[in-house]
């Protein structure tokens, strides 16, 4: 195999790891790059799985010299599905032309896969490519190559702007008939009625999904090349000022909601809402799962000293609670109270005070789970990281009056 071929199977092996049915189409996966063996006193299971299929070397050297490119390059792949009947079933689907081919040895069906090959006219485009929608089209594109690779919470999103917005817009359109001057039409009417991160979410998705046809062959141009989106200020995050820090903080004395418990714990960790749920304290130390990482990737933890400013209010605040709360109810809570900010200036607030407080700045990234830059080394980090006590004399500067 080639090192883009091990990197494309690694990738793939970690996004079937999180499917249910992740051992039988781990397995036959591998069994597609391995020698055909008979394995004639082995019963298949009675399971219906797929999985991609690479083909060898000499496999694709058969192959006619147009797909030979293609699958050199990894610009296409063909999926292997094994029947509950022990029937290899290998499949792919170029410029909508639907090729496959069948049998019970693995080995057999690639030579009949290959054989197909040869009888088929690219230049030709069948009837359904024709009349492809884009609705249909953009839903498959969300399921079969975004949802496999991206968190639950990202992918929810990316169902959300499609279901609410693109998807009301472009109903019945074919997905040749959509042209450029309509996508930029339908993006400057969020951006000149100020939703402009919302145009940027559809204008990222648009983009994405165009491409693909793009490679899937079912057009020539991505009509969202020339597409622009109006320039505007990104919002940022705005720190309470003391007298908001001591009237939050008094309205909290006097009704601690488990929401408004939630709010002062992010108020004085600094920590994300969707890391919420993952938080313990023991032994004076918050623990966590930080929310910044990509799908199928190792967990990692967090964790941080305990301030005085929180320790003063602690007893009142129930960790076990936060589990049950949803991110966007916070959110939304939180909007009741506070109207004129964001609950992400909670954490704006924390990293301020730490600052004012003297408290280093590598030291407040390492807590807020920032990644190092230029002038915060890894090996800074890991040094701190493991430096219990300079994080623990740190924390005690975190201590003001209101």
Avoid at 80 to 95: D, L
Avoid at 109 to 123: M, Q, Y
Avoid at 318 to 335: E, R, S, W
Wanted: net charge positive; with cysteine; glycine share 2%.
């Amino acid at each position: 195999m080639t090192n883009a071929e091990l990197t494309i199977s690694a990738n793939y092996i970690r996004a079937l790891a999180s499917l249910p049915d992740a051992t039988d189409r781990i397995a036959l996966f591998l069994s597609g790059l391995l020698p055909s063996q008979s394995k004639s006193n082995e019963q298949p299971k009675p399971r219906d799985v797929s999985a991609l299929l690479f083909f060898s070397p000499k496999e694709i050297d058969k192959m006619p010299k147009h797909f030979k490119t293609l699958f050199k390059t990894n610009k296409i792949h063909a999926h292997i599905r094994k029947k509950p009947e022990g029937v290899y079933e290998i499949r792919c689907q170029i410029n909508y032309h639907c090729i496959q081919a069948s049998s019970k040895n693995l080995a057999t069906a690639k030579e009949k896969f290959i054989e197909k090959l040869h009888s088929v006219d690219l230049s030709i485009k069948p009837e359904k490519a024709r009349k492809e929608y884009f609705v249909n089209y953009m839903k498959e594109w969300l399921a079969t190559s975004k949802k496999p690779f991206v968190k639950e919470a990202t992918y929810k999103d990316y169902v959300h702007t499609f279901s609410v917005y693109i998807a009301p817009h472009f109903k019945g359109k074919k997905l040749t008939e959509i042209k450029h001057f309509e996508l930029q039409s339908f993006l400057t009417t969020f951006s000149d009625s100020g939703r402009n991160r919302t145009a940027q979410k559809i204008y990222q998705l648009l983009s994405a999904v165009f491409e693909y046809a793009v490679t899937d062959e079912l057009i020539t141009v991505s009509p969202m090349k020339k597409v622009k989106l109006t320039h505007y200020e990104q919002e940022h995050g705005i720190p309470f000022t003391r007298a908001e820090e001591k009237k939050f903080i008094g309205d909290f004395l006097a009704n601690p909601t488990i929401y408004n418990q939630a709010f002062v714990l992010i108020l004085y960790t600094g920590i994300r809402r969707a890391e919420l749920a993952s938080l313990t304290i023991e032994n004076g130390w918050i623990r966590l799962i930080s929310a910044k990482q990509r799908k199928n990737c190792k967990e990692k933890a967090r964790e941080m000293p305990v301030s005085p400013m929180l320790q003063r209010i602690l007893p009142l605040i129930k960790i076990d609670k936060f589990a049950d709360i949803a991110p966007a109810l916070l959110t939304k809570h939180f909007k009741k109270i506070c109207p004129k900010h964001h609950l992400h200036d909670l954490r704006h607030t924390f990293i301020t005070r730490a600052q004012e407080c003297g408290i280093r700045r590598e030291i407040v990234s390492l807590w807020a789970g920032h990644k190092a830059d230029s002038s915060i080394t890894t090996l800074v980090y890991t040094h701190l990281d493991q430096n219990k006590e300079v994080q623990i004399e740190e924390m005690k500067k975190f201590d003001y009056q209101l």
